[in-house]
């Protein structure tokens, strides 16, 4: 199904904030795996590419594409080894990105904050022959593609040449790439079932459905996706549609900040489709996760605070990181003087506490 650039396929591979927790470091930063091992041990799913030798170079990185012409570019780590397992990161850039430049921004390939998971950087398509820059995701009001499946396949494609451990696979992603994984990848009935969490920064959850201006409600707006887990809702052969995920356990740290003045916190009508605010989104998670609507609280530097469900650190279940009222359109980091903390920290730390095995 797959082509490599340089081989083939076949030798491929949130309500009241009510409880401050006492478990803040003094920096503001969350917990470290370091600092909840627990997390670390669970058992292995190894992928049909353990024990095949990579065609990338440890702490190396390569592209490829897809038969249909679909850019994406892995990452293996620099702890990387054909006989272990690795955990594995999807990330999608934002509207106009690439796969360079979502590398550049989430860092999530850096040492500093990543040894051992394998980064596979999935590239947007530019539907709009008018804007052959804008790329973007399913799930955004112009984009006709169906980046479901080109997921699907990039997925299947990695764990067939790679050692993947595929109990731990997970999805990240910034802006309308963000949209994408909270607000259509979390709903899609098979890979909710294959990926473990998800990560949105700044995300864009455009709710489609909804096309005029005045009918754009950001607090009430109907969030498709979660409202179909929290149903149950069953397929045409009577079975549930989101398998596992109707079971009420999806992982999500959702991250926003305050002043984003593309992606308002406070939601509204944007190229055609409603966004929600940020904390009716979440809001809707918290509820078809089975959650309690009230969060446990960590205080962090300046106006930052995270909210917490189903659990005080970062095993919880659903988190949202409000990266403060000054804080834009932007993926979290001290080193470009966006945030006072670095979202891929957090990010590997949520990912690491959470597992489908």
Not at 192 to 204: I, K
Not at 311 to 340: C, F, I, K, P, R
Request: aromatic residues 8%; hydrophobic residues 40%.
């Amino acid at each position: 199904m797959f082509q490599s650039t340089a081989i083939t396929t076949a030798s491929l591979l949130t309500t009241t904030l009510l409880i401050t927790s006492a478990l803040a470091a003094p920096s503001g930063r969350i917990h470290t795996a370091a600092a909840a091992p627990q997390h670390r041990n669970r058992p292995r799913a190894p992928s049909a590419g353990c024990g095949l030798t990579p065609d990338i170079g440890d702490g190396a990185s390569k592209g490829y594409k897809t038969t249909a012409g679909r850019d994406y570019k892995v990452h293996l780590p620099r702890d990387y080894s054909e006989n272990t397992a690795a955990p594995l990161i999807f990330s999608y850039h934002g509207a106009g990105g690439s796969v360079d430049q979502q590398a550049d921004l989430d860092r999530l390939a850096d040492v500093e904050f990543n040894t051992d998971h394998i980064v596979v950087y999935l590239q947007g398509n530019a539907d709009d022959p008018t804007q052959p820059d804008r790329t973007t995701w399913e799930g955004a009001p112009e984009n006709h593609s169906d980046d479901v499946s080109y997921t699907r396949d990039v997925l299947n494609a990695i764990v067939a040449a790679y050692c993947v451990d595929e109990a731990r696979v997970y999805a990240a992603g910034f802006s309308q790439g963000g949209g994408f994984v909270g607000a259509q990848l979390a709903c899609t009935a098979d890979l909710s079932t294959r990926f473990a969490a998800y990560a949105p920064v700044s995300g864009a959850y455009y709710q489609k459905q909804v096309d005029q201006e005045g009918e754009c409600v950001p607090d009430t707006v109907s969030i498709d996706c979660a409202a179909m887990i929290s149903s149950g809702a069953a397929d045409e052969e009577g079975g549930e549609v989101l398998g596992r995920r109707a079971a009420m356990n999806v992982p999500i740290m959702a991250f926003h900040g305050g002043s984003d003045d593309t992606i308002h916190y406070e939601g509204g009508f944007r190229n055609g489709a409603c966004l929600p605010t940020i904390r009716h989104f979440v809001d809707t998670w918290v509820a078809a996760d089975g959650l309690g609507a009230v969060p446990v609280n960590q205080t962090m530097e300046g106006s930052s605070v995270a909210m917490r469900y189903g659990g005080s650190e970062d095993d919880a279940l659903v988190t949202l990181v409000y990266a403060g009222d000054e804080v834009g359109h932007a993926w979290m980091s001290t080193a470009t003087g966006t945030a006072t903390f670095e979202a891929s920290e957090w990010i590997m730390a949520f990912f690491k506490s959470h597992s489908l095995a």
